[in-house]
C-alpha cells in the first residue's frame, strides 16, 4: 500500500514538473511560457495610414503606457486628418451629405465603448472611451451619442471638408451607389496593441462607406464584429465591407480560433475563408467584396489575411515600423 502511494506521488510531481510554465529569469520586457519569448509592446493597424497612427501609440508603449492609451492616441492620428477621407474629419459624407461616424474601443478587462451614427464630433474614438468609463451603457447612437458627447465637453464640428462635399454633389447626379473593394471610397482604421504589462487593448473608428445610406452602421463599432480582445488570449480587429464582418461576428470568431490553438495567421486564414463560403453560397460575386483581419496573440505573434488584393498593415515594435501587404485568397 506504502509502495502504490509512493508511485502515486511521484507521478504527481512528475507531471506538474512537466506541465507548468517556466517563468524563470523573467524582465519587464520578456515573458516566458515554455520558454517562449514574448514580442512586446507591439501595436498593429489598418491600412498605410496605421503607420503614422503606429508612430503615435509607440510613444506611449515604449514608455510603459497602457495599450488602451496607445491605441486611442493612435487612431485619433488620421481621425483628425482633414485629407484622410475614410476617417473622422474629412470623411466622405453619407447619400445625405452628412459625415457620420462610427467607433469603439475595449481594454483589457473586457470594458467596452462605442458609437455610432455620430455626427460633428472630430473624435469619435474619444467618445466611445467616455461611454465606456463615464456611463452605465456600452453603445450610444445617433442624437443621443451627440449629446452624451456635449455634455461631455467635447465640440460640435463641421466635419464635411470641400473636397468632400464636392465628391458629393458629382455623385448626386447619377446617385449610383457602387462601393470600391478597397480604401478609395470608405475605409477603417483598426488597432490592436499589447504593452510592457502583457495587456491587451483595441480600437477601431470610421466614416463608413461613400454615400451610403443615412442611418447605416457598419461592424467597426460593433464589439465583436469589428474588433475584440480577450486578453487571455489576443486581440483582432476588421476592416472593408462591414455587412460582411458583421455576418460572421469575424474578430470574437478570429479571436476564438486562436483560443482553439490556431495561430493569428491562421485565424485570419479561416476567418476569411468563412466569408468566401457564405458568399459564394449566397450566389454574390468575391469581387464585390473585400474583408481583411488582423490579429494579435499574447505572445505578440501576429498575422493577417484579406478576401483580394490591396490590404496592407503597418506593425510596429522594437524592430521599428514597417508596412505589410497582407496575403489574400484571390490570387
Known sequence: MKNRRDFLKKTALASAAITLPSFKGLDQNELSYSN??????????TWNFGIQANEEAWKILQNNGRALDAVEAGVKIPEGDPN???????????????????????????????????EHIKHPISVARAVMEKTPHVMLVGQGALDFALEQGFQ??????????????EWLKKSEYHPKANIENHDTIGMIALDNQGNLSGACTTSGMAFKMHGRVGDSPIIG??????????????????????????CHLVVELMRQGKSPQKACEEAVMRIVKLTQNRGKNLKDIQVGFIALNKKGEYGSYCVQGGFNYAVHDATGNKLIDANYFMK
Open 36 to 45: 517562449q519569448k514574448v514580442n512586446k509592446p507591439i501595436v498593429l493597424s
Open 156 to 169: 460640435k464640428e463641421n466635419l464635411l471638408v470641400e473636397a468632400s462635399e464636392k465628391e458629393w454633389k
Open 84 to 118: 484622410e477621407r475614410s476617417v473622422g474629419y474629412g470623411g466622405r459624407p453619407d447619400r445625405e451629405g452628412k459625415v457620420t461616424l462610427d467607433s469603439c474601443i475595449m481594454d483589457e478587462f473586457s470594458n467596452i465603448g462605442s458609437v455610432a451614427c455620430l
Open 225 to 250: 464584429a469589428g474588433l475584440y480582445v480577450d486578453n487571455e488570449i489576443g486581440a483582432a480587429t476588421a476592416t472593408g465591407h462591414g455587412e460582411e464582418v458583421i455576418r460572421i461576428t469575424g
